[in-house]
């Protein structure tokens, strides 16, 4: 179970133009969101649906600077 929210994360491919929801066909982006972890600077983007809710991952990791916090 993924905190923050009762709806597990589903995965998406990262392939073509990524703007349609493939739960809702909402077809007009997605909200962004990032989960880190609590061990490092790591984290990973989550997309949101405006339209259904649905979270997606692609795999999408990005990384903070330290001097930053
Ligand atoms: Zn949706």
């Not at 880190?36 to 649906?49: A, N, P, Q, R």
Request: charged share 25%; net charge positive.
């Amino acid at each position: 179970m993924e905190m923050g929210s009762k709806k597990r994360i589903k995965g998406l491919k990262a392939q073509g133009e990524l703007y349609k929801c493939p739960s809702c066909d909402y077809q007009d982006g997605f909200h962004v969101s990032f989960k880190w972890s609590k061990k490092s600077s790591d984290g990973e983007i989550v997309l949101i649906c405006p339209n259904c809710h649905s979270r997606f991952r692609l795999g999408w990791n990005v990384s903070i600077s330290k001097s930053v916090s």
